[in-house]
């Protein structure tokens, strides 16, 4: 698959799940971006931008963090995330904040335009190898900074992924890493998992170092996600990035593989009722020299 046919394939994605992206009740998204943005040191005055931005996880906590005085700008290749995010900033009257359609892979703005650019959620999608990188650090000022979060990698080298509960991992990736399409071809964005450079924090720092950063930084932190039922947690998947995933199964097999998922999975509930998944997100920021 070209490199333009893995962009349409992702924009038709992320429009077909925008409607009900982060909208499944359960936390995720939104902890995560208001973490990134704390740990990104974003500060009041500052001018910042989301790649990637969806429906504005980290975008909203930034345009608090950088006040009236400051800017955040987002940019997200879906034109159905930009729609929401600002309906969303006109509801809550945000003059400094504002959405547009743009390929994050490649950000059209003048360099050292901003103080921070950002990405939650989002870079480890298409971000290979350090000249992936470049184009934030010619965007930023010098000592601004780099910041991106996304669900851990770590563990890709023993054939798992943090999004995936331990009790279903192996029933599931083999959908995520292994399906085809009828030409042949891997359409998983996920079938070369284990050479992404997030996959150890020694590649995240070579990357960084390699796009020509300075102060990198590497943090491994557990989110807890919270579901009442295995059905509500596959309800979660399917409004995120992992919707593509079970597009892919055929619909018998598909109901299938959701009652076993279900099943195991309710069986991890609690006495309050509640199932909690610890899901590993790595946080990384660098600094501009």
Not at 21 to 45: C, H, K, M, N, T
Not at 62 to 69: K, S, T
Not at 204 to 221: M, N, Q, S, Y
Request: contains cysteine.
């Amino acid at each position: 698959m070209s490199s333009a046919e893995k962009t349409a394939e992702m924009q038709e994605l992320f429009d077909r799940a925008a409607k009900s992206y982060d909208q499944s009740g359960v936390e995720f998204f939104g902890p995560i971006g208001r973490r990134l943005v704390e740990f990104s040191g974003i500060s009041a005055g500052n001018r910042v931008l989301d790649v990637g931005a969806g429906r504005g996880a980290a975008l909203f906590p930034a345009a608090e963090a950088v006040g009236v005085r400051g800017e955040v700008t987002g940019i997200d290749i879906s034109e159905e995330m930009v729609r929401y995010a600002n309906e969303s900033i006109t509801a809550l009257g945000l003059d400094h904040v504002g959405v547009t359609t743009m390929n994050g892979q490649r950000p059209e703005f003048p360099a050292g335009r901003f103080d921070a650019v950002i990405g939650s959620c989002s870079l480890f999608i298409w971000v290979k190898t350090a000249d992936d990188v470049v184009p934030y650090r010619e965007l930023l000022r010098s000592g601004g900074r780099f910041a991106t979060a996304a669900p851990s990698f770590f563990s890709t080298v023993h054939g798992k992924w943090s999004l995936f509960p331990d009790a279903v991992s192996d029933l599931l990736m083999p959908y995520m890493l292994q399906s085809l399409k009828q030409n042949g071809t891997y359409d998983s964005q996920f079938a070369e998992a284990g050479t992404n450079w997030l996959v150890s924090e020694e590649s995240i720092l070579k990357t960084l170092a390699g796009a020509g950063f300075v102060d990198c930084e590497v943090v491994e932190e557990d989110l807890p996600v919270v579901v009442t039922s295995g059905q509500q947690w596959v309800d979660f998947t399917c409004t995120t990035g992992m919707r593509g995933m079970w597009e892919r199964i055929e619909e018998e097999e598909r109901a299938r593989v959701v009652a076993e998922v279900s099943r195991r999975l309710d069986a991890l509930r609690a006495d309050d009722g509640l199932i909690t998944v610890p899901v590993p997100i790595v946080y990384v920021r660098a600094v501009a020299p």
